[in-house]
């Protein structure tokens, strides 16, 4: 298959392709039903000819070029509608009835907060043509009403997302009229999962509230159907605890497919390199060091502990507390006593081999490292976020 995707440059047009020569190199794996022999990147400052070239030769069309912010409002329809009739036009001189995806918007659906603007007219006029475009030809043509999308892009353009996360990750000053003003927003990661869903002739089909000529073209319309509705004052919030997190070592919840979990990449996307990196604290003592490393609202922390050769650590028993120990480096020896019955275990552990080893609420512990030269580093997680007024932590040698 050989795609051509205008507008290759912009925000969705970037991850697209990135993604697509990911599938075409070989490197993603997971759409073993998509082949993709070549990828015609066009845009702005493309050779005018080479659109010609492409048309000629491809066998699907992204067409995600388009004008979000011109300096005069009439360029919205020269840019959104006028690109797309050349596009077509160039694809009905080479007769190439190749698939031909729209990147339109739900501003299109005239019903709308922003339904009258000219943005969304201009996104309702290419609609029509590309409908008109497939009954003449009989293409397949996919279009796409996009909600508000999120992705990296310019700080102060198009994107209040990108705009928040831009402004806290580099300290800028940044202004939110009203928290209680709630987005629809579609994570670029799950838009590309919709392309592919249509590279395989799987994508999903949607309904839009409109006028009534809309309403009896249901099905007509595509759309990627993960979407997070969210307020102002829910982002700019999550955006100062994932600024925080640096200092109060704490990860807000981040469940697989959440809002959150996709901004923190996306805040993370922002961050200039300086601080790419952060200071920990070492407690350091002359037996080695404790350093906490992460803390959890839901699954307690990670920790680093250094022992320096023939130190032991630990002679200490939890009631609720539970611990893993995962040696990464070093020799050792982790001994554990059940505090009531007065059963032993010993685990020899050794960072040449790693494991597991859990320490079982009830039963004092401590580590010892067997080394006489080499510091013994352990991983260490524990259920929950060490508490220096409740510490469930009593000294005891094993």
């Not at 409002?73 to 190439?96: Q, R, T, V, Y």
């Not at 309702?124 to 003449?136: H, I, P, T, V």
């Not at 699954?299 to 032991?312: A, D």
């Not at 539970?322 to 019955?341: C, D, K, M, S, Y």
Request: net charge negative.
């Amino acid at each position: 298959m050989k795609i051509l995707i205008t507008g290759a440059k912009g925000m969705v047009g970037t991850a697209l392709v990135n993604n697509l020569k990911n599938i075409r190199d070989g490197k993603n794996r997971t759409r073993p039903d998509i082949v993709i022999d070549e990828i015609y990147e066009y845009d702005i400052d493309s050779d005018p000819s080479d659109l010609m070239k492409f048309c000629a030769d491809c066998d699907f069309v992204f067409n995600l070029a388009g004008v979000n912010r011109p300096k005069d409002p009439e360029e919205f329809m020269k840019g959104n509608f006028g690109f797309a009739s050349k596009l077509l036009d160039s694809l009905k001189s080479n007769n190439n009835k190749a698939t031909i995806m729209l990147s339109s918007s739900i501003q299109a659906t005239l019903s709308g907060r922003f339904g009258d603007s000219e943005y969304g007219r201009s996104k309702k006029a290419g609609e029509d043509l590309f409908f008109a475009y497939s009954e003449q030809t009989g293409a397949k043509v996919a279009i796409y009403r996009f909600p508000n999308l999120m992705g990296h892009s310019r700080p102060k353009y198009n994107s209040a997302v990108s705009t928040f996360c831009w402004a806290v990750a580099n300290d800028e000053e940044f202004t939110v009229n009203d928290r209680l003003t709630e987005l629809e927003l579609l994570y670029i990661d799950d838009l590309v999962e919709g392309m592919y869903d249509l590279l395989e002739g799987k994508e999903k089909h949607c309904e839009f509230e409109g006028v009534e000529t809309i309403l009896k073209d249901d099905g007509r319309f595509c759309c990627v159907p993960v979407t997070h509705k969210v307020t102002l004052g829910e982002i700019v919030d999550l955006l100062e605890l994932f600024k925080s997190q640096p200092k109060t070592l704490m990860m807000p919840k981040m469940p697989e497919g959440s809002f959150a979990k996709k901004l923190y990449s996306l805040y993370l996307s922002y961050l200039p390199a300086d601080k790419f990196k952060y200071a920990l604290k070492m407690n350091v003592d002359d037996r080695g060091s404790f350093t906490e490393l992460v803390h959890t609202e839901d699954c307690g922390q990670v920790s680093i502990n250094i022992s320096k050769p023939g130190i032991t650590k630990g002679q200490h028993w939890h009631n609720s507390k539970w611990e893993l120990f995962i040696v990464v480096h070093g020799h050792g020896l982790i001994q554990e006593r059940n505090i009531n019955t007065g059963e032993t275990v010993e685990f020899e552990v050794s960072g040449e081999n790693i494991e597991a080893v859990h320490m079982i609420p009830g039963w004092t512990h401590n580590i010892i490292n067997l080394s006489e030269t080499e510091d013994l580093v352990t991983v260490m997680t524990c259920n929950e976020i060490f508490n220096p007024n409740r510490p469930d932590t009593f000294y005891e040698p094993v």
